[in-house]
């Protein structure tokens, strides 16, 4: 275990990409102040749906969560009230298996039922642990990815065959596994079956997926479910419905009279869905970096690459911890190459029988952990209002379209612009610029009239120099266009900030006192796991509001300034812009 802690105490850090904010993971991408979440950009036909994008204009592609949630349940027959004592016996068999195949328990942990109307499992430690001590290694063998899918005899042909991506390739092993009664991850599957997962997103019915009105959340959670469609309709005509099950799993194949239930359907695959969303992991398997420069150098940062791509991966046992605010990057699931395990620090100190935890992403916003967890921690900061830049403010002419193009092909398409408490950043402001700039900044900055959008090395130098400030009739249209967003994104909302805000604490103060009656019994009605779902949805919606009005009051400040003649390098002074040219256009 000396050698994790050491390998823990050099690897604090993890790869983090140039981009203005936040979400990432170990060999993730991140945002400033971000390093190491558990995040990961990977390219996939899924861009648009399984990702909550954001973080500045250098962010478009795919990321799957790198954490997890919450045990899961199975599809369409998700119970309105948890079965505790089915999911204890699954709890102890799991800790079994576990135990039999891990080569190092560096803690001593062991799964507890949590009690409250989310359900599930929680990791409490029997002995002590000091702050930075690793707190389980998990070993490669155990992992579920798309290798081990390929590599399945049941369902690693068709994988091949049918050329499915890594994301459908996972699906379908999860699907194979679970139905097996016999698969080497049996013990794990029945973990997965054996609680509620009726809280997560992408398996709400329609009253509550209301509740998302007028958000980007409803966006987003609707190409969700549009993914799962497509994907369905795609492991279908693969043919993974005739598999050949072993054990006599479900699928068509394997003989026998009897009917068995498909494989693939729209439910199971939703469920395969929820399951990796809110427990897979990201992690970086290869051994050798690439110390490569990224064309980012031009836009004043830069980044290096691995030798390899990050892989999804369900790592039993590590998803059973919960999330805390408080852990950070300091105790985020790695990989050791050398010892081929999977493992975690722990953030502080621990005392026997304390519940532990690790952390899902330092800069996961609210609504981030709701669509993809199903909770809102009430202890997050991370505020954030995911914005569509075109949303905002359009091209002004085709030499603009023309730079946002090439900004695409650099970094893909599909980057959200983050409004938060303060309104954007210097890079959202920036992209912004590049969308309403004149033909002659444009020109200052280094975009020529000419210029294509496969020429990205000179966007990138030109988003540099478009990052200060130059012409007042710009940041006057600039701020004009956040403005109206602002507002009328806010007015979009069925409900106001205030009213979110009372429903919260009169639903707190009602679970509060339900509590208190129960005595904290672990078995929750299915009023309270409503109201539940109901408070986490609120505190969400309640964040974005937050960053819309803080948009609105930024933006108010920086055109006071603007109107009553400060220097362009002082209108965003609390940003920390550069000095710009203070001649009008």
Not at 512 to 531: K, V
Request: net charge negative; aromatic share 6%; with cysteine.
């Amino acid at each position: 275990m000396a050698a994790l802690l050491q390998q823990a105490q050099q690897q604090q850090a993890a790869r983090v990409r140039a981009r203005a904010s936040a979400r990432g993971g170990s060999g993730t991408t991140g945002g400033a102040g971000s390093g190491g979440l558990a995040r990961v950009v990977m390219r996939s036909p899924h861009a648009a749906a399984w990702q909550c994008p954001h973080g500045g204009w250098i962010n478009g592609a795919v990321r799957y969560t790198a954490r997890r949630g919450r045990a899961a349940a199975s599809p369409g027959a998700a119970p309105a009230v948890e079965d505790g004592s089915a999911l204890e016996a699954a709890a102890a068999e799991f800790a079994a298996w576990y135990a039999a195949r891990a080569r190092d328990r560096p803690a001593e942990l062991v799964p507890r039922r949590a009690s409250g109307p989310a359900g599930g499992l929680r990791m409490v430690t029997l002995q002590p642990v000091v702050k930075g001590a690793p707190l389980l290694a998990v070993p490669r063998a155990l992992l579920m990815s798309a290798d081990t899918a390929r590599a399945s005899p049941t369902c690693g042909p068709l994988v091949e065959k049918a050329d499915l991506d890594d994301w459908q390739a996972l699906v379908l092993h999860l699907l194979c596994e679970r139905a097996n009664p016999a698969s080497a991850w049996a013990p794990y599957m029945r973990l997965l079956e054996s609680a509620d997962v009726s809280h997560h997103p992408l398996l709400w019915g329609a009253g509550p997926r209301a509740w998302l009105a007028g958000s980007p959340m409803a966006r987003v959670l609707e190409a969700r479910h549009q993914q799962v469609e497509r994907d369905a309709e795609a492991l279908a005509a693969a043919g993974a419905n005739e598999l050949a099950i072993p054990g006599g799993g479900g699928g068509g194949g394997g003989g026998g009279a009897d009917v068995r239930p498909p494989l693939v359907t729209r439910d199971s695959v939703a469920w395969a869905a929820a399951t990796l969303l809110s427990r897979a992991f990201s992690l970086y398997l290869a051994s050798e970096p690439d110390h490569s420069i990224s064309p980012m150098d031009d836009f004043g940062s830069w980044s290096w690459d691995r030798a390899g791509a990050d892989v999804l991966a369900l790592v039993p046992w590590a998803d059973l911890l919960q999330h805390s605010s408080e852990a950070g990057d300091a105790s985020v699931l790695r990989y050791d190459v050398e010892t081929e395990t999977a493992f975690l620090c722990a953030h502080r100190d621990y005392g026997a029988g304390e519940e532990v935890c690790d952390s899902y992403g330092p800069g996961l916003s609210p609504s981030d952990t709701l669509l993809d967890y199903g909770f809102v921690d009430a202890g997050a900061a991370n505020d954030r209002y995911d914005a569509a830049p075109a949303d905002i403010a359009r091209p002004r002419g085709p030499r603009n379209a023309a730079l946002l193009a090439a900004l695409d092909r650099l970094q893909g398409e599909g980057a959200m612009l983050p409004l938060g408490r303060s309104g954007p950043d210097g890079t959202g402001l920036t992209l912004l610029r590049a969308s309403l700039a004149g033909d002659a900044e444009l020109v200052r900055a280094g975009w020529r009239p000419r210029s294509a959008p496969g020429d990205v090395g000179l966007a990138a130098r030109a988003m540099g120099r478009l990052s200060a400030p130059e012409s007042r009739a710009t940041e006057a249209a600039l701020l004009d266009a956040l403005a109206a967003y602002a507002a009328a994104a806010a007015a979009a909302y069925p409900t106001t900030l205030a009213e979110d805000e009372a429903e919260a604490a009169a639903l707190e103060a009602e679970a509060r006192a339900e509590g208190e009656r129960s005595g904290g019994a672990a078995a929750a009605p299915p009023e309270a796991r409503e109201r539940h779902v109901r408070l986490q949805v609120l505190r969400a919606l309640a964040s974005e509001k937050l960053c819309l009005a803080g948009t609105a009051a930024a933006v108010a400040r920086w055109r006071a300034r603007l109107e009553g003649g400060a220097p362009l390098d002082e209108v965003y002074a609390e940003l920390g812009e550069g000095s710009g040219d203070d001649d009008d256009e």
